[in-house]
């Protein structure tokens, strides 16, 4: 029997179908309401874990959808379709005359009769899930990626689905699949609330505290193994202490989750969770300092595993151990219970083999070799492979340590981070930086320099947690000892013991086979390392204000006990002064104790043309873009007259008007790639006379002076001697000779003259009390002579034929219109090279302060000048402002103050100014 409906007025008609269809679309958003009530509270959001059982609802709603086509494939009255049943309720039009009895029907109607038990069923497996949900406390973490543009695209969906379908179905096409479309809609809606969904593992259960009688199980004394060894003394007390942290503020749960999943123990900082919660927004930067390892390995892990698990933003990560870090965010990954969101990829090669088989990595790891040889070439690439789409959609950038290294090293690694934001810039990216280092101002400006437009902001590490710290001094026989390294002997019973341990090397003292031991768990760290339970090092005066300021950073060991740390340190004023009366705890209360500056040559002409020259290599950059970052002079220069570009491009450059800029073709330099060992292409190569093997390599002006004949130098922990007459100009090699590594370092008696000095920054005058001096920047020809030298340690002097160099440099002038005597000059120069030690990431062969008598410039008076040892400069005239200049003065004058002596002691005052006589008070006078 046919079934006849009432005729209904049209505006009811509608009316209804609208409220059936608003209610159909609000399922999704009632099942959320209700599973929010059956989820209860938890360790988040109850909303965002109710969200997880709406998703899963539209896995089971399309299964009904297919069982339904199995019925209708094997039953003979449904051989029509999802509307094989709707012509039983079309009736014939009535004759004229008579009442209208049967409803019109459309294709929308027989789409909302198909999508109303979907609905209902939809709301019965939410709930189903739902109570899964509350039941199951063990659940592992989840997190929809890329929720906020998903979400968009799905609400989108039911209108644009229902315009699209409804022309073919008035016309009887396409009704195959209109039972698909009937629950589409509400499916995309359902879909939408889903990437709402957040659910953290719960947190780990607190263990219950031991019992009264039950002791704490020992620890080896570490100590007392060092005082058995005669590494200190029997009486001896820590140097420096730290009591460790232990807040106890809560954390978040997805920070705790992440910073145990990385395999730290503690709670973990704050500095975690500012930074996670603000680089959804790009164009900003961060610059976490003062962090030893482990905690440096610990806080990059995490922020990479949150940055691809919680963000869903590809990072590029730089690093010295691209390989080791990826791992390590593999293996934090795998804890989590989750999986990566793509392939983790550590080198060069494996980037570009994914590259050309248009495969979108997660991650990139690369060193700053990899990344200047062909790394930022592959990500400008836009034929045969994804490198340039892949470098549109970075979204953070980390850089680890990125003030280490020799100034040459920090000068490459600046440049070819600038190459990286051209190649960025270009490929249309919207990034974010986050770097670690020494911390500072100048730092933060280092990382600025690199992504010229960013601003960096400078975060305090925060931990809620740390481990308490005792910081010994390692007894100066005992590393005077010949034969084996020290930090070896000083470790050698606490790996016997099954403990972890660890040899922090900043300064490059060491080899790497020189503490190499079997069975045991050490690690060896070319930065300030608390790894383990106990760590050695050597530290100069800059390293050892870096490692106070990186104790209270320490994560809490696995036991709770206290990390023990042997240093071993130079005999000098500057660190008998820090090491003194707790005046590393008074200069760090009241900010006098500043962290270390990196030198970086960012006006250094030949390594910036080097690198200018690769840029042109690195896909087709536009003048103005590489002016930006090079300069425009260098930049015309290189392309010469009768450059004639092929085409344009418009720049658009924060707060200015666009511009309509030449695009430089790929290919118009010489392909080469820019890092080496030294500042010119005039190289002189120092091998090993035995084996022939390349030990380094010296600029060809400054070979003379820096390898003068009886040299004694160390690479690693090996020695080397420069034999008389070594020199090989034809083939510009020098042999030297190994000797025993208990031979003691020398130190050059260096005369250093200035000509054809020009001034390139204006004198200030500065006014601090009573004192008031000239601050200015100078270029000038260096001329160094070395008439002899003296070895560390010993007394007397050793004379040699005298050797000289010359070349072009800068230098920073410090000028006294007082009148003063040469005596004090050289005292104060003396001192204030100490001092500058401890306040730049440098050696001594990096720089020089040298008294200088009045007219080395016009109106000049007499003062000191901070020499920049290195061809065309690298960057100590920038390092020195006018507020290091004024710390410097300040511990000059702390120094000699504290002292008792009259006028001058080993205390308080260089070794050599004791023996050219010292003027204590004429200092200070000047100094005021």
């Known amino acids: ?60 709603t399309l299964a009904l959808v297919l069982v339904t086509r199995l019925v209708e494939a094997a039953s003979a009255s449904m051989q029509g379709g999802p509307l094989g049943w709707l012509p039983a309720f079309i009736v014939p039009d009535p004759a004229p005359g008579a009442p209208q009895v049967a409803f019109t029907w459309y294709p929308l109607d027989a789409v909302l009769l198909l999508a109303l038990p979907h609905a209902v069923a939809f709301l019965v497996a939410t709930l189903v899930f739902a109570y899964q949900e509350a039941g199951h406390k063990s659940l592992s973490s989840f997190r929809v990626p890329l929720a906020d543009p998903l979400a968009l695209v799905l609400v989108a969906v039911p209108v644009l689905s229902l315009i699209a379908v409804d022309a073919p179905w008035r016309q009887e096409k396409d009704r195959v699949l209109l039972d698909l479309a009937a629950v589409l809609p509400m499916l995309s809606v359902a879909l939408a609330v889903w990437t709402r969904s957040e659910r953290l593992a719960p947190p780990p259960a607190k263990e219950e505290a031991p019992q009264p009688q039950t002791p704490a199980p020992l620890r080896a004394d570490v100590p007392g193994m060092w005082r058995k060894l005669g590494a200190l003394d029997s009486q001896a007390r820590p140097l420096l202490a730290t009591p460790g942290t232990n807040n106890p503020e809560t954390a978040p749960a997805w920070s705790s989750a992440a910073w145990r999943d990385v395999g730290a123990t503690g709670a973990p900082p704050r500095a ?35 940055a691809l698990q919680r963000e869903g933003l590809p990072c590029l990560v730089i690093s010295d151990e691209p390989e080791a870090l990826r791992d390590a965010v593999l293996e934090a990954i ?43 070439r592959a990500l400008s690439e836009t034929r045969g492979g994804c490198g340039r789409l892949w470098a549109r959609s970075v979204g953070l950038v980390l850089l680890s340590r990125v003030d280490r290294g020799t100034p040459l090293a ?138 106070y300021r990186a104790l209270p950073n320490r994560v809490p060991l696995a ?113 080469v790639n820019p890092l080496r060992r030294t500042v010119s292409e005039q190289v002189v190569r ?72 020009t001034v390139v920054e204006s004198p200030q005058t500065v006014r601090t009390g009573r004192c008031v001096y000239q601050v200015c920047t100078l270029e000038a020809t260096v001329v160094e002579s070395v008439t002899g030298y003296s070895q560390l340690g010993r007394p007397g002097r050793v004379d040699v034929g005298a050797v000289s160099c010359r070349y072009r440099t800068r230098v920073r002038g410090i000028f006294f219109p007082a009148a003063t005597t040469p005596q004090v000059l050289v005292h104060l120069a003396r001192s204030a090279d100490g001092v500058l030690v401890a306040h730049l990431l440098s ?86």
Not at 272 to 293: H, K
Not at 461 to 478: H, L, N, Y
Not at 595 to 621: C, D, F, I
Request: glycine share 10%; net charge neutral.
């Open 1 to 60: 029997m046919t079934v006849k409906l009432p005729h209904l007025p049209h505006d009811a008609t509608t009316a209804l179908f609208v409220l059936v269809w608003v209610l159909l679309l609000g399922t999704p958003l009632m099942a959320w309401v209700l599973a929010a009530l059956v989820v209860g509270p938890g360790p988040n959001s109850r909303w965002r874990r109710a969200a997880l059982p709406v998703g899963k609802a539209v896995l089971v």
């Open 843 to 928: 050696n001594d062969e990096d720089m020089d302060v040298v008294p200088v008598g009045p007219g080395m410039f016009p109106d000049a008076p007499a003062g000191i000048v901070v020499v920049d040892r290195h061809l065309q400069g690298m960057g100590v005239a920038e390092a020195l402002d006018l507020a290091l200049i004024d710390d410097t003065f300040k511990w000059v004058r702390a120094i000699l103050a504290n002292c008792k002596c009259p006028n001058g002691c080993l205390e308080c005052t260089p070794q050599d100014v004791l023996a050219s006589g010292p003027d204590k008070s004429g200092v200070l006078g000047l100094l005021g």
């Open 686 to 757: 120092i091998l090993d006379v035995h084996s022939g093997q390349l030990l380094t390599e010296v600029d060809r002006l400054m070979a003379e002076t820096r390898y003068y004949p009886g040299r004694v130098f160390a690479v690693g922990d090996a020695r080397y001697e420069v034999p008389l007459h070594s020199l090989d100009t034809k083939r510009n090699e020098l042999r030297v000779k190994p000797v025993p590594n208990d031979r003691p370092l020398t130190k050059p008696q260096l005369r250093i003259q200035f000509e054809s000095a």
């Open 334 to 376: 795998a804890r989590s219970g989750s999986w990566p969101s793509g392939p983790l990829l550590a080198g060069e090669a494996a980037m570009r083999e994914a590259f050309a088989g248009n495969r979108m990595p997660a991650a990139v790891f690369l060193d700053v070799a990899q990344l200047s040889a062909g790394g930022i």
């Open 410 to 547: 920090s000068t490459h690694r600046m440049f070819t981070l600038r190459r990286l934001e051209l190649a960025l810039s270009a490929a249309g990216a919207r990034w974010s930086v986050l770097a670690t280092g020494v911390g500072g101002g100048g730092t933060r400006g280092l990382v600025e320099q690199m992504f010229p437009g960013i601003s960096v902001r400078e975060v305090p590490f925060t931990p809620r947690a740390a481990a308490p710290v005792r910081v010994w001094r390692v007894v100066e026989s005992f590393r005077a000892q010949p034969g084996t390294p020290w930090v070896r002997r000083a470790l050698e019973p606490v790996v016997g013991a099954k403990l972890p341990a660890a040899v922090g090397d900043p300064g490059g003292a060491f080899d790497l086979k020189a503490v190499d031991f079997w069975g045991g768990e050490l690690r060896f760290v070319r930065d300030v390392s608390l790894f383990g339970v106990a760590s050695v090092g050597t530290l100069d005066e800059a390293w050892l204000v870096a490692a």
């Open 559 to 671: 036991d709770g006990h206290t990390h023990d740390a042997l240093w071993g340190l130079a005999d000098n004023p500057v660190t008998r002064f820090l090491t003194r009366d707790g005046n590393l705890d008074g200069l760090s209360s009241h900010g006098m104790l500043m962290p270390p500056r990196a030198l970086v040559g960012y006006h250094n002409g030949a390594l910036a043309t080097a690198h200018l020259k690769a840029a042109m290599q690195e896909g087709s950059q536009d003048v103005e873009s590489l002016a930006a970052v090079f300069g425009r002079s260098r930049v015309e220069q290189l392309l010469g007259p009768r450059f004639r570009p092929e085409r344009h491009v418009v720049r658009l450059a924060a707060g200015r008007p666009a511009v309509r800029s030449p695009v430089v073709p790929a290919g118009l330099a010489e392909a």
């Open 272 to 306: 975690l969770e500012e930074i996670a919660n603000a680089w959804g927004s790009p164009n900003q930067g961060w610059l976490v300092g003062d962090l030893p390892d482990p905690t440096e390995r610990y806080f990059l892990i995490s922020c990479v595993m949150l």
